[in-house]
């Protein structure tokens, strides 16, 4: 459908609790269909609304296996450990180590707005932490261990 604009950090509305979405409806479709066509175009791995300047509770993930959609997802139950690198649409040219749990398993709807469950290892696990912390106005920034890295100027070394 559309490329939206992806908000970047310093911008307010980044820092605010999304809401629950409470019914389908044609402009939530087409957020939606918004959503993955911007997270696409921009090569992430996912991208949750507030990313795009809407404050409602939905995330659109593909780490590869195909695209996900989460509506009001919940993170139910979590284990083991993970650390590793993270960057963020809304944090362009910058990465930095976070720790997160190995594996998540998260309760959301579809775009049905029918009950899911989804469970996650590795990336999966990471991008469900990192979009539904999207939804609470936090950024990974706040989780970072040590400095956050320019990626930039990594690019322009190879």
Do not use: W
């Amino acid at each position: 459908m559309a490329i939206r604009a992806v908000r970047e950090i310093g911008d307010e509305i980044l820092k605010k609790r999304s809401k629950a979405v409470t019914k389908m409806t044609l402009r939530t479709k087409i957020l939606i269909e918004d959503m993955f066509d911007t997270m696409y175009e921009q090569m992430g791995v996912g991208l949750a609304a507030p990313q795009v300047g809407i404050l409602k509770r939905i995330v659109t993930i593909d780490v590869g296996d195909g695209p996900i959609l989460l509506i009001n997802p919940e993170i139910v139950e979590v284990s083991g450990e993970q650390t590793g690198e993270e960057a963020c649409l809304s944090v362009p040219g910058k990465c930095g180590v976070v720790t997160r749990p190995d594996y998540v398993k998260v309760k959301a709807l579809d775009q049905d707005m029918q009950e899911i469950v989804l469970e996650g290892e590795g990336l999966l696990a990471r991008a469900f932490c990192h979009e539904i912390d999207h939804l609470d106005g936090q950024l990974y920034v706040e989780l970072v261990e040590g400095e956050l890295r320019d990626t930039r100027a990594e690019e322009e070394e190879e």
